[in-house]
């Protein structure tokens, strides 16, 4: 018997490295779950709208090279809760550490 553990998901298409380590940083920082999934996608909004609807916890991060995106279920497509297209190394770890805290419901960075 399989178990999956509720974590956020983080979906992922060529993704810059040091984007990905950072956004994982602000989650593990929180005490959360996470996976990764890398999907042949065209944009960071598709990927988080996807990864917020399949994760147990509803909170979803899209990577698109250098693009990242934070999502909540619930939000149509077009609405994001955080999105930058160049982030900085804080926007980035700070993105991971707030989808972590949107489930706990505490207040974000």
């Given at each position: 018997?399989?178990?999956?553990?509720?974590?956020?998901?983080?979906?992922?298409?060529?993704?810059?490295?040091?984007?990905?380590?950072?956004?994982?940083?602000?989650?593990?920082?929180?005490?959360?779950?996470?996976?990764i999934?890398?999907?042949?996608?065209?944009?960071?909004?598709?990927?988080?709208?996807?990864?917020?609807?399949?994760?147990?916890?509803?909170?979803?991060?899209?990577?698109?090279?250098?693009?990242?995106?934070?999502?909540?279920?619930?939000?149509?497509?077009?609405?994001?809760?955080?999105?930058?297209?160049?982030?900085?190394?804080?926007?980035?770890?700070?993105?991971?550490?707030?989808?972590?805290?949107?489930?706990?419901?505490?207040?974000f960075?």
């Amino acid at each position: 018997m399989i178990i999956k553990k509720p974590s956020i998901f983080i979906y992922t298409h060529e993704a810059e490295p040091s984007i990905v380590q950072e956004v994982c940083a602000g989650i593990e920082e929180e005490g959360v779950f996470y996976t990764i999934v890398e999907f042949p996608d065209e944009c960071m909004e598709k990927l988080a709208y996807k990864a917020a609807r399949d994760s147990m916890l509803g909170s979803g991060v899209g990577i698109f090279g250098t693009a990242v995106c934070l999502k909540m279920r619930g939000l149509e497509k077009g609405r994001n809760i955080e999105a930058y297209l160049t982030p900085t190394k804080d926007q980035c770890r700070n993105l991971g550490a707030n989808s972590a805290r949107a489930i706990k419901k505490q207040p974000f960075k």
